[in-house]
Structure formats: structure tokens, C-alpha cells
């Protein structure tokens, strides 16, 4: 099969392929074409994924493909953009059409529950790797980033946190524990859902925000640096699940909340006067901190003691995993 | 280093990185954000280069950085689309200051050369593989599609062609000659410019058009498909450079040429009312058949029997390079 009708046959069949919500030109010409409506911006953004670095060489492939775009529309959710399309870079060192079938399956999944559109891609031999790039529209000047926090802020995230890294071990298959305690973690990791929704009803109200990838307090760093302030986690406040509190020790579980990257959960800063609004509106937001003058990060105890860690998160070349 | 001051210390200085020039927020939050102008759309294209696939595993990183970003551009000159900006996904085994420093210098050079500027992208840790994804605007209806081309109709090309396989053998250091007369071959292959500005010269007036990646005969395939006619490629027509017949035989020129790839020339067809116009402006276009009732592409001889190959162009998966 050459590489033409293998990607017609598996990708082109995509959900969401109503024209006139934003793609003008799908798959199958030099470029796709994107509208905007009057008044909006473009979201773009680009995540790689690698095997045997961001996920094991053997690995459902129907799961990768729910995470592979899970991951990246999570950017679309920490700008409160509103989800328009997709391209798919996938890189494969031989062809199975099992295998295509049931990433493709796994994708385009994801892609109905973001309501995304396979627009486009390329497919090309060598180690496996993919790499999804999403757009997305937003109202001028309305983007949530990283640079508008203010003093006085509040901190909040979108949800518990720790469940992907403590997902890691079961993924990795370096530690077992029944199916039943280890799922909803293994859920958390192969099918992180973006708070698409969530980012969109903090349009107008969070003074800046972003996704928790490489950890909380990594993350916090960089909306820190970006707005000039300081950023105050409390420890006793920071969410965690369950599940995770079930299958770990609570330092274990503490430091997989704070460092173990994988959350995709949105971490944002909310004037006071916003919280009661979006609480009435129903959305689940854990206040965890503050914003304060100066920079950097630092995490307190409930005495206000500084607790912070040495290590904050994940970076490639930096560590392995 | 840490993988942001890498993207910040050898990308982040991107050239065009004027304001208002469609950007509206570039590299370092969570999504780049890109305007467009009232009646435009966005074009979008992806591709992925791999070592050892697409380029040599060992090769001057210099050179890699401006074929990468020439390969994709040339997606937007064969949709008619003005350049705006392009992101990265770089996976590299491991980080080399020096590697780094010269893969940007030649991304960037082919950057200013296409006006495109780098919006974001994604650093990863795995064997050598590069994901370019370029953005365009272009006005609503005027994108250049494979789909319009009609009976009576000449079938063009932007350039000379077969330079780009003619190289491989040099590149891959299969074969050797003299610097003197490999250098333009050299050159076309690791610095294909895209033909943006004659993509959007042909705007109203192409009715289809691709650039040539996978060679002539298979390209023009793609055009014959989606407009649903026939293409009739006259060879004695089809135009070659002095570097490669100097180089190689008629017969392996020619082949080259009709099914080598790699060349980024424009292919397009248009109505014969239409050729003066842009000859008098000063475009080198030349023409090389005719578009015909029917199906597929027939390669003719100058008595115009059919001498049409059975192997027509590069497929990823199907042949090795």
C-alpha cells in the first residue's frame, strides 16, 4: 500500500467533517485552509511524541492515539481557545494496517470527544514518533497566556493532579497492583481529556493560564517568570485523587502532584471576585495558592513554611524518565 | 540546558520578527497566535523529515535547517499562499551547542528568504527526525487546488527539473565529480527555494497547481485524479538543467527529471490565454503538455507515442531510496 491510500484509508475518514466549522480545504491537497471568523486569532501550537521517551515502544496503539492528541489539545485549552483542526506528522518503521486501524480508531476517538478535524499530515518511515499540531480559534485579545498574573491573584487548577505520573510505573510495567485500583489512573494517562471547555469559560476572567505538563510546580515557574510575580503553593490544598492516595505513600503521591508532569489539568490565576461566578456555574476549581510580589515559586506547609523542593518537574535532556 | 533555554537560545531570534505582520504572539506560551487580514484564509502544510530516510545521518546541520523549512514552504508557493510563519518539532538523540547553533543558522537563513517566522514548536530527546509545520494566508476562493484543471488547458512547470535526484547520488556520496559541477546540483537539493512568489502570481489564473515532491509523472497524477482529466507530458519538452545533463546520461537525466522528486518546482496547469500575460512579466514558465479529456498522465515522444514508464515516483513505504 503506498503512502497515499494508506493515510486516506485510515485518517480521512475523521469525525467533526462538517464543512463550514472552520475548514475550508481538508486532507488532500498541498495545504489545508482554515477560516476565522471576524474577530479571532489562530491557536496553533505543536507537540512531539516518541517512543521509548513519552510512551513505551510497545504500547496499545488505539491508546497512544487517544493521547497523542489529548496532549496537544490540551494547548488549545490552556489559551481558552475553542478546537477547529489537526495535522498528523506520523512516523512509523513499517506498515500494519492492525495497527493503523486501531491508532486511527484511538485518534479520531479524541478527536469527536475535542470535536477536532484531521486536516492534513505527512507519513514518513523511521523510529516511531508523531507529532500533532492543533489550532484553534479565540477572540482578539481574549487568549489566556502565561503573562497576566497579577498580585493578589488567586492560584487554581482545574482538577487533581499526579494521576499521569502515578499512572507511569503501571504503564512502564515496573510495579502491578489489581486492575480495578490502577484503572483510573491508566485512564488519566492514555486518555487525558483537555479542559477545553473549562479554558473557554475563563475567557474574560483568568488573568493567565496554562496546562500542567511537566509538572505543577515547573509549570507555576513559567507563569511566574512570564507575568513577574511570585506564585505561593499551598501543599495542603494541592488535589489529588483517590486512586492515586490508594496506590502510593502520601509522599510518593504529594510529589507526583507536584512534579510529576503528564497532569494536562489547567493551572490558571483568577482575580477572588471571578471564583464565586464560575463555582455557581458548576465547574470544580481547587484554589491552591496565591500571587505575590516578587518571583519564582515556593511551596509552604500549612504554618507558611517553605517546603519547596529541589527538583520542580521534567525536561528533556535534562533528566530521563 | 534545560529543553526551553535551548528553544530560546538558538531559535527564539527568528528573523521577521516584526510585529503585525500576522504573528500576534510568537514562541513561549502555550499556543503562537496568527491573524489574518478580512477575506483571508489560513493555509496549513506538514512535514516530516527522518535521518537517514529523507537525509543522511551524518550531514551538515547547516544545510539540514534550510531544507527542512525550504521542503514545507514549498507547500504554501504551490497553494498561492503569501508566507506568515512556520513551527518546529525537533527530535534530537542528544544536544550538540555546535549542531544546534548551525541547524538554526540555516533554518533561519531559509527563514528571511521565505519571510516565515518561527512561532513555536516542541524539542524532544530520540533519534533525528524534524516535523515543519508552515502557516500562509491566502484570499478566500484563490487558493491554488489540484482540483480545477480542465481539457485544453497546458500543463507547466516553474523550473528546470530532476536536479534535486540528480544530487542524491552526491549527497549519499555514491558517486563523485568535481565541486565545480556538483555545486549546482548541491545546492538545488540542500536549499530547494520555493517558488512563493510565482505561487501567487498564478493566483486567478492557474487553474491547478502542486509542487513537484514525489516526481513529475506521480505529481501530475495527483492533478489528473482530483480534476478529474487526463495529462498529456510531452518529453522532449520537459526541462533540464546544463549541471545534470553534464552529469549523467540522456536516459538517467531524463528519468530524474520525470520520476526522481525532489525538485519543488511548481507543476500547473492554465489556460493558454493566460501564458503571455505572465512570460511579459518575466516568469520562466515553461510548458510541457496539455491537459485532455480522460484519466491519468501520458508521457509522449516527439511523434507522440506513449513512452509512459511503469515507475512513476517515490512512495514512502512502497520503495527505498
Tied chains: 1, 2.
Excluded at 463550514?20 to 505543536?46: H, M
Excluded at 516511531?128 to 492560584?155: E, I, K, M, W
Aim: aromatic letters at 6%; proline letters at 5%.
Amino acid at each position: 500500500m503506498g503512502e497515499f491510500e494508506l493515510i486516506r484509508n485510515y485518517f480521512a475518514a475523521a469525525p467533526c467533517a462538517q464543512p463550514g466549522e472552520g475548514v475550508a480545504l481538508g486532507i488532500g491537497d498541498d495545504c489545508a485552509l482554515l477560516s476565522l471568523k471576524a474577530g479571532e486569532q489562530l491557536a496553533v501550537s505543536t507537540d512531539t511524541l516518541v517512543a521509548g521517551v513519552h510512551f513505551p515502544e510497545v504500547c496499545d496503539p488505539f491508546l497512544l492515539g487517544q493521547r497523542a492528541l489529548g496532549v496537544s489539545a490540551s494547548d488549545l485549552a490552556a489559551m481558552g481557545a475553542s478546537p477547529l483542526a489537526f495535522t498528523l506528522a506520523l512516523t512509523l518503521p513499517a506498515v500494519s494496517a492492525t495497527w493503523l486501524e486501531a491508532f486511527a480508531r484511538g485518534l479520531n476517538a479524541m478527536a469527536q470527544q475535542c470535536s477536532l478535524r484531521l486536516v492534513g499530515g505527512d507519513t514518513t518511515r523511521g523510529p516511531l514518533s508523531l507529532t500533532v499540531t492543533v489550532f484553534g480559534a479565540v477572540p482578539v485579545g481574549q487568549a489566556l497566556t502565561r503573562a497576566g498574573a497579577r498580585p493578589g491573584d488567586l492560584l487554581c487548577v482545574g482538577g487533581t493532579l499526579g494521576d499521569g505520573a502515578g499512572a507511569l510505573p503501571f504503564v512502564l510495567n515496573q510495579r502491578s497492583a489489581e486492575a480495578s485500583t490502577t484503572q483510573a489512573l491508566l485512564a488519566r494517562y492514555w486518555s487525558p481529556l483537555p479542559q477545553l471547555a473549562l479554558g473557554q469559560a475563563l475567557q474574560g476572567k483568568a488573568t493567565s493560564a496554562l496546562d500542567i505538563s511537566d509538572g505543577l510546580l515547573a509549570d507555576c515557574g513559567h507563569i511566574a517568570l512570564a507575568s513577574g510575580v511570585g506564585l505561593r503553593v499551598e501543599r495542603d490544598k494541592v488535589p489529588m485523587s483517590d486512586a492515586l492516595l490508594a496506590l502510593f505513600n502520601p509522599d510518593e503521591a504529594l510529589n507526583a502532584a507536584l512534579s510529576g508532569g503528564d497532569d494536562y489539568r489547567l493551572a490558571f490565576t483568577l482575580p477572588a471576585s471571578c471564583l464565586a461566578e464560575l463555582i455557581d456555574a458548576g465547574w470544580s476549581i481547587h484554589v491552591i495558592g496565591q500571587v505575590v510580589e516578587g518571583q519564582g515559586v515556593v511551596l509552604v506547609d500549612g504554618l507558611g513554611h517553605d517546603v519547596t523542593p529541589s527538583t520542580r518537574g521534567y525536561q528533556h535532556f535534562r533528566e530521563t524518565r
